[in-house]
């Protein structure tokens, strides 16, 4: 199961919050193919099969099924620049 930092999680709940999505709870970050074949992020609703994660009783992070085993070992943190590290 990937692992995901509260660091990361409380990054995700205020950017959705700035992005209006904090009330509706409808959509949050979730793990895409981006358009150069790398995940990236894009704001969905999750999927009835994806691996969610919470930050104080919303979610804010779905994994697809099809990238779960691919995240199984893996760390998603942030780096002392504030960018996204998966290892």
Not at 7 to 30: H, I, M, P, Y
Not at 33 to 47: K, M, T
């Amino acid at each position: 199961m990937l692992t995901v930092t509260e660091t990361v999680l409380k990054q995700f709940d205020q950017a959705l919050a700035k992005a209006g999505e904090a009330d509706s709870g409808e959509r949050c970050l979730r793990i895409v193919r981006g358009e150069d074949s790398n995940l990236s992020l894009a704001l969905e609703s999750p999927e009835p099969n994806d691996m969610t994660y919470d930050y104080e009783g919303r979610t804010v992070l779905a994994v697809p099924e099809v990238y779960a085993d691919f995240c199984a070992d893996k760390t998603l943190d942030m780096n002392e620049e504030g960018k996204l590290v998966l290892s």
